[in-house]
């Protein structure tokens, strides 16, 4: 029994992609790119390719906890991370199930609109994210609007960053990466603080190409695959974001909007 669960398992709790390039999609591919085997409770259907999300619909409950069930009875998994979670009833229903089972630590990318300005987060979800999500966070992975309207305050500079993640500290997320990608600079500065205090900054010039689809995705299943497999949190980071940039620089075309990173990279 033991040895059937020695292989680092993951877990992502999240929205389906039904153009296979962001979503639940985006992370199965990431993880087993990054070698852990992946679990997924989908939470949410989309109906979404490379132009946009058409539609989607959130599952019932029922369903929901009965993925976690199935899940937690049989594979061991030593990290998870929560993706789009549409609204404040299904933050709700995951909060729950999180605290019923032992996942490993808790990497939440609280995804909210996507790139085609598809709201993936009701408004209403926002306080309970903050209340109920953000104190479980082994990591939170917010973009610069996500850590806006998270902490409530304007960010126009890296001082305003390091603000914004010891607020979301005071939150309860031990460890913050917040992401630079949505600023206007030529250098993209992401910005890591740590549960220790300690902060660090990690850039890379900006790549000009449209082929970004899945990008915060990508980032957080990979830091979740390299926390599964025993590094430590500054060095999944680090390199999660060489994996990043490398699948952005490799991004294929397939679509007429914006193209999916290249998994394979
Ligand atoms: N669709 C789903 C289901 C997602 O979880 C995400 C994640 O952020 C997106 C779309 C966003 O994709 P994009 O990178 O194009 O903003």
Redesign the pocket.
């Known amino acids: 029994m033991s040895e059937i669960n020695e292989f680092p398992q993951t877990l992502t709790i ?4 039904s153009g296979g390039g ?3 999609m985006a992370d199965i591919k990431t993880m087993q790119e990054r070698h852990t085997f992946a679990a997924a409770v989908i939470v949410a259907v ?1 109906a ?1 390719n490379t132009l946009g ?1 058409q539609d989607f619909m959130a599952l019932p409950e029922k369903i929901i906890d009965e993925q976690f069930a199935s899940i937690a009875a049989d594979l061991k998994i030593r990290a998870c991370k929560t ?2 979670l549409a609204d404040a009833e299904h933050v709700r229903i995951v909060v729950t199930n999180l605290k019923k089972g032992d996942f490993g630590p808790l990497i939440v ?1 609280p ?1 909210m609109i ?2 085609g300005g598809a709201a ?1 987060l009701a408004d209403d979800a926002i306080q309970v994210v903050r209340d109920e999500l953000v104190p479980l966070a082994t990591l939170i992975t917010p973009n610069l609007p996500e850590a806006e309207r998270l902490t409530d305050m304007k960010i126009n500079s890296k001082a305003d960053m390091e603000q914004a993640a010891r607020k979301l500290q005071e939150m309860g997320a031990k460890n913050v990466l917040i992401k630079g990608g949505h600023g206007d600079e030529d250098e993209v500065s992401d910005l890591t603080r740590l549960e220790s205090g300690k902060t660090f900054w990690v850039s890379a010039p900006r790549v000009d190409t449209i082929r ?6 990508t980032l957080s299943s990979c830091i979740t695959s390299e926390l599964a497999k025993g590094q430590s949190m500054e060095q999944a980071i680090r390199i999660a974001k060489k994996y990043v940039e490398a699948a952005i620089a490799d991004g294929i075309q397939v679509g007429n909007g ?1 193209g999916p990173l290249n998994h394979w990279a």
């Open positions: 999240a929205g389906t992609d962001a979503g639940v989309t979404q999300v993706g789009m990318d995804v996507a790139k993936l970004t689809h899945g990008t915060g995705d914006h």
